[in-house]
Structure formats: structure tokens, C-alpha cells
């Protein structure tokens, strides 16, 4: 053992390093937590639950960034109080988040220097270099100290982001949801490394919503259903029926229904061609894509090679460079937005508070924004309301789900139910072509099952479906044909049923190329 | 993990209004103590500008017609204001309304008063709202930040009368005041019956309620309040966001450069570098107080219509100069903005 790591904790496998007891937690009128008792167990402890189960909550009050209501916290056995991030890191209590908090401009040491809780004022770059080299070789990883964070990938990233938390003196690790950001031939080698630190003694809280995870690293599963711990299990007791039953309660399981597609056949409703894009981000090159009517098509690749950018070009959010975009059969390529939106497109973001919606109007204010030629009248000067709530009751019906309250604030709703908001708000416009990013992601099994029946049934009924997707799969269930997205330019497109993960894998990591 | 943050957010603090009266409050406190510092009584110089304002038809009169400039500048910042620009060029784009109503008004000399007013109006509209369109195209096309253009704008608009009335349009007849030949009376805005109002407060008062109803209402309301929440948002469902930001800027410019029009035509009668006693930055203060909402816009013009007529009748009772109205509306924009403009709020 040599000095770079702080040391895991020496523990006695009786003690409990961390536990929370009767954790109550409200959020307005919402309860997020309702006397919440969690004991770590040493090794891997996965926090299992769907979304809004409380988990993030949990371990938030756990790092200080929020403060419980009611409840108190045991370290090795000790009360103590956290207050503040600052409180938990001083008692070793690391949390890597699941949004990296790196400073992109700063380098690697740089980064972790800013970490150290005992800084000096005259930085010694090359003793902290030297420390992240010393840890990086225990860990059997490679970064290098000197480059600027922004230039690394995000697997590269989140590994500054645990030497950071270790070396800045951490002896419990929290990972928030750590492989959602990661490609999946990446999350391999990142459990690799959290072996290694489970083998080194530290003890891990690992959030996590999916089954395959916690089976793959756990030696303990603990939960959580609506803000209570409902069991903890260690990991030879928990079958994956156990734990979805854990998980939804009456085990009211989600069917899988993927109804075989039409098959393309239809006229295409997208051609790009030669699409080629400038501006901030990846840059799009030479882009042949097309998509026809009663297809689904698919666009695998590990994020941020494009899939963003590729969404904006046919949106009307990004302009092209050179290159032609066919909607419907007509030249779209300098259409607005507003153009694009009303010539049939319906667009399902990644990001649907922060880029799709106003979070402070209300969802029938939101719903009319999108459709607002159809609902003003007079030209503009006064709204249609009475059909905006026709229209907004209909959207949620016709797809069998439960229309939330037409005048609570886009703010006031879940991840999963804005989702959805926004999913019946683009398909109740009968688009033509619908492009998807990510619908399911960050979604509980539930709520992804039905994101992806939607788009199932809107191809079935003859709309061209663009999904792009880090999920391979749902690509594979889904998509009539997959194309591959490789640092702005498409590097493969194939039938599902011709290729295998592995193989997709290769061509998103560049290794490989058909096209 | 984004409805956690959100909730965070929302602390209890101070009702808008019970905000909105504080600072009204600690603005007359700072009005008083600068009056204190000074070396006169704050009470005695409160008692004359109540009685010579409210206290009397000539007094309530002149705080009128000071409030008409102050709803519209004020007006030309709320408009920009509610997608989220700052027009900080009110006071330019008053000078330059002014100056192109003054251009109509000695050329079309012989035109009858019902085409010739409209045509002022409407060169007015234009001056004030090219000026102000012209930071927005240059802010839509992300090319350079409003905030800049509006304040240097301001120097050339002012200067443009500065050159128009020291040179071409001097009037001859008066000695060596720079300013123009008196309008003809076909160019003078009619006064509401005997009284010093000029019917200008109409056009005020019709463009709050219109304002009102645009926001509330309308789709323009709705998709402006879209911009203003969140721009890449609206833009991504459809909003023209640019072509508003040159609308929203060409409006408050035009209302602008209507406060210069009833300041040449209907109180000074002719074009001088005075025509503004610091309207537009006034203005700006107001839409700032109100939070860019038109129905706080009236109530707030007006009290600081009070402390600039007030301001007049000092400078005669108590021979307090007119300078510590500026000072006390400066100290109180600071506390208006204070925490706003730092970046804390921004959208995370």
C-alpha cells in the first residue's frame, strides 16, 4: 500500500460504517422520504428503487447537499451531523454525482487539486500529479494528470471524477447512478474498477434502477418504493422476480409488446443528404439519412458524437452548412422551426424541462406553445382555450394514460410524468415523423415500456420514427433498421437481426465501419 | 433530480408587493436623509411637495404631465423587458422620436393638424423604434449584447439634436438659444380642455391597457412570456425568438420616441437639447419597480412623477437643487437591481 490512497477503512466487518435512521424528508407538500432507515453493509450495497422512489434524496442527505427533516445519521456507530457537503467530506463521505461537477477548463490535477482538503496555498503541481499517477496505476487505470478536463470523453471523465473523491479523502463511496452516462462497452471496464475498490475495503453505495447492475456488483440490495425502504436483501436471497416485486409492489409487471412493424415500403417523410453542420458542438459530416413512412429507424452511438446535433438539423435548431433536408417529400433545408413543426414533425427531446418546456407555465399553457397556429384565433389575438383542454384531454386518452392536472406548472411534475406530458403532447399532433432522443432514459421499467409501446404504435399507424438512443436494447427491439453514429458522420446501417451488440459496440467506438 | 432542484428553490420570501412597498419606503427614506445632509428639514420639504403637487388643480396638472413621459419610457423598457432584453436606450430613443417628429413638423408646415399630428406620430414611432430595432437586430443576430447598443445609442441620438438645433434647424429669431422656430399650431398637440394636459395621456393610458391584454391574452403574450421564461425552449417549439427580439425592441422604441413627440409638441413646443429632464433613465427605474407588469407600471410613474415635480418646487421653496431626485432615483435602482443582475439568478 503505498501513500497515494488515504487509506480504506481498516473496518471490523461487525460495524456498520454508515448508517441513516428514520429519515423524513418533505419537499413542499411532496414526501420524499417517510422515515427512511438504511444500514450500509460493507462491499457493494446497491440502492435499488424506480424513479422518484427516493434514492437520490437518500444519499443527498447523506452527503449534506440536502437536510433531512426528521432523522438521524450513525458513522461507525456515532451520531453525527451533516449540515453541509463540506460536514461529509471532513467525516470521509464521498459522493460522485451522476452530472459530473469537473471544471472543464482546468486540467486533471487541477481538478482533484480543488478537491484536497488540505490545499496549500502555493499549488504543488507535480506532488499532486504524481499522486493521481500513483492511484491511477493501484486502480489500474489510465489518466493523464496534465490535459484539460474538457477534452476528455465522458468514461475518462467520470474516472477524474472518483479519483477526485478518493484522493480528496473519502473512505465511503456514494455512485449516483454512475453507468447511465456510459456506453455499454464502456460499463465493463468501470465495474472492473469498482471491484477493485470493493476488494480495497472501501465500502460502496451504489444507486442504481437497473436490475442487471445489481446482480452484476452487488453483495447487498436494499429497496426503495415511495420514499421508505421497503427490505434489504443480500445478494444470494434476491431473485430479479423478488426485486421487481420489491420494486413495484403488487407486481404489476410491464409487458414487453412490440408489435412487428409495416416495414418500411412507405414514401420517406426524411431524406438527408449530404448534411453537413457548423457551429458550436459536434460537428455533423456529410449526413445520408432517410427515414420512410411506417419505419422506425434507430441511431445507436456513444453520446456526444452527434446525436444532439442530429436532432437539432431536422427540428430546425440548427442550421445546415451544406446539404439538403427533404420533409414530406419538399425541400425543407431553410424551413424555421415554427415551418418544420407544423409541416408534421413531432420532436421528443432529451431534455424535455430544460429544452422542450416552460417549466414556469402552466402544461396547457405548454401544450398550446406548441401548436399555436392551430389554437389562436384572429390572427393572434386571442387563444383558443376551451379546444386547447379538448385537445390536451384527448392527447392523454387516446393513449391510454391518466391526464395530470391541465393547470399544474411543468415544474411541479416528475421526470417521468414530463416525459410523458411531452410524448402525448408531440404524438396528439399526428405528426408525420416523429424523432425521439433518449425517450426512455432515466424512466423506470414501467414508464419505458409504455415511452416505447407509444412509438411502436405511432409506426404501426404509419409515422416515421426516428429514435435515437444509448440503449442498444431497445434500439434492437424496436427499430426496423439501425444506423451507427461515430464522431458526426454515420459509420454503419443495419437490420437488427443482422448484427449483435458486440458488433455495434465496434462500429460506435470507431473500431469499425460498414458505410 | 430536476423537480429536487426546483423545489429547493422555492424559499418563502417577501409577497411581490410587500417588496415593491419597502423599497418605495426606503426610497423616501434616502430622499429624506439626502434633504437632512443637505442641511433642511425633510418634513417641511415633504409638506411643500405635497401641497404644490397634490394640494392644487396647477400642481396635480404638472404631475400629469410629467407621469405621461415616464408611463411610456417606462413602457419602452417593459415591452423588451418581458422576453428578457434590457433597453437601457430610452432616453435616445426619446430624443430621436422627438427629433423626427420635429422634422415633420417644419416641413409639412401647411398641412392640416388631423393629417399632420398622425404623420408626427407616426415619424416619431419610426425614429424610436428603428433606433431600438436596430440593438435588437444586432442582439438577435448575436452579434453584440443590447445592453451596450441602447446606452451608446443614447449619446448619438442626443447628439443628433444637439447638431440638428445648433446648426440647420436653429431657429434665426431666437439670440443664440439653440433650439427650433416655434411649431405651428396645426403641430401642437391639443390640451384635454383648458387644462396644461395634452391629450397624449390617451395614448398612455390606452397603450398600458393594450400591453396588459397583449400579455394575457393574446398568442404574441403567450409566446413572449415562453421567450422570457426560457428562449431555447421557445425556439425549439416554434417561436420566432429573433424576429421578437427586433419587434419587442422596434415597440419600446416607438413608445419611447412617443414620450419625444408629446415633449416637443405638446409641452415645449418646438426641438431643444432640454425636451428630456432624464425621462428615459426615469423610465427605466419605473419598469424595473413595476417588475415590467403594466398595471404597477401607472401607480409607480406616478410616484416618481410626484418627486420630480416635487423636485421643481424645491429648487424655488427650499432651494434644494433638482440633482438630489436624480441621486435618490439612482440610490434606488441600485436596491431594485440589487442581486439581479449579478448572475446569482440565472437559470441554472
Sequence with gaps: MTTALPGPPDARTDEIPLAARGIVKRFGRVLALDRADFELRPGVHVLLGENGAGKSTLV????GRVNADEGEIFLRGAPVEIRTPADARRLGIGLVFQDFSLIPALTVAENVALFLPELSRLLRRTQIEGRISELCQHLGIDVDPTVRVGTLSVPEQQRVEIIRVLLGGARILIFDEPTSALPPHETDAFFEIFRRLRDDGYPIVFITHKLREVFALGDHVTVMRRGTVIDTLPIELATEQRLVELMFGQAELATRTSEVGVRSGGAPVLELAGVTTTGPGRRLVDIDLSVSAGELVGVAGVSGNGQREL?????????????KRVLFGRDASRWTVRQIREGGVGFIGENALGMELIWSMTLEENLALGSLSRFSRAGGMSIDWPAVQEHFEQAFSELGLKPPDRNARASTLSGGNLQRFVIARELARRPKLIVALDPARGLDVRSANIVRRLLAKARNEGAGVLLISQDLAELSELCDRIVVLHEGGIVADVAPDETDAYQLGRFMSGAESSA | MTELALTLRERPRLSAVARRLVWVLVGFAVYCALILLYGKNPLAALHDTFTNTLGSTYGFEQVVIKMIPLV???MAVAVPARIGLVNVGGEGQLFLGGLCATGAAITFTSLPAWVLLPLMSLFAIIGGGALAAVAG??????WLSEVFSTVLFNYIAILAVSVLVFGPWRDPTSSNYPQ?????????????????????VFVAIAVVIAFDLVLRRTR????????????????????????YIVACMFVGGALAGLAGMDQVAGLQLRLNTGISSGFGYLGFLISWLSGHNPRLIVPMSFLLALLAAGGDVLQITQ??????????????????????????????
Design chain 1, 311 to 323: 436532432g437539432d438539423v431536422i427540428l430546425g435548431a440548427a442550421r445546415l452548412a451544406r446539404g
Design chain 2, 72 to 74: 411610456l419610457t417606462a
Design chain 1, 60 to 63: 443527498k442527505i447523506l452527503y
Design chain 2, 220 to 243: 404574441w403574450g403567450l409566446e413572449m412570456r415562453a421567450i422570457g421564461a426560457n428562449p431555447q425552449a421557445a425556439a425549439r417549439n416554434g417561436v420566432p425568438v429573433r424576429r
Design chain 2, 180 to 200: 427650433t422656430r416655434l411649431f405651428v399650431p396645426a403641430a401642437q398637440i391639443p390640451h384635454i380642455g383648458s387644462s396644461q394636459v395634452d391629450i397624449t
Design chain 2, 319 to 348: 432651494s434644494l437643487p433638482y440633482a438630489l431626485v436624480n441621486v435618490m432615483s439612482a440610490v434606488l435602482l441600485i436596491i431594485v437591481l440589487f442581486g439581479r443582475s449579478a448572475g446569482v439568478r440565472s437559470v441554472s
Design chain 2, 137 to 142: 437586430w444586432l442582439r438577435a443576430r448575436g
